[in-house]
């Protein structure tokens, strides 16, 4: 499957923003699907993720109530809804698939396609 993600820009801190990620080559619905990001002179971080069914996501606690993950798999697409954002959320954004039937906290080892990632900027 090949992932191509797109929405990210600049945004002022409390703002919102709408990533996608849009899943070819296979169907979504065969995957879940997770988001991860890194800042400039840090490592990965795992964002969230959401579960082939769809039914369950899991989110790492600096995103909780904050940023949301769902997926459309008719469109063959996953979405990240970030709101109220900090500054702290600058970071180039990058969507992944696993095979596995999976939710929880993941790491970036457990994917086997990523997408191109998409640059996320807050100002404060």
């Known amino acids: 499957v090949q992932l191509q993600a797109c929405g990210g820009g600049l945004v002022q801190a409390g703002g919102s923003l709408r990533l996608s990620c849009a899943a070819s080559?296979?169907?979504?619905?065969?995957?879940?699907l997770g988001w991860f990001r890194q800042a400039p002179g840090k490592e990965r971080e795992f964002v969230g993720v959401i579960s082939r069914s769809g039914g369950n996501t899991y989110y790492t606690d600096s995103v909780k109530g904050r940023f949301t993950i769902s997926r459309d798999d008719a469109k063959n697409t996953v979405y990240l809804q970030m709101n109220s954002l900090k500054p702290e959320d600058t970071a180039v954004y990058y969507c992944a698939a696993t095979v596995q039937d999976r939710y929880g906290r993941m790491y970036g080892y457990e994917f086997e396609y990523w997408g191109q990632g998409t640059q996320v900027t807050v100002s404060s």
């Open positions: 080559g296979r169907t979504s619905s065969s995957y879940t």
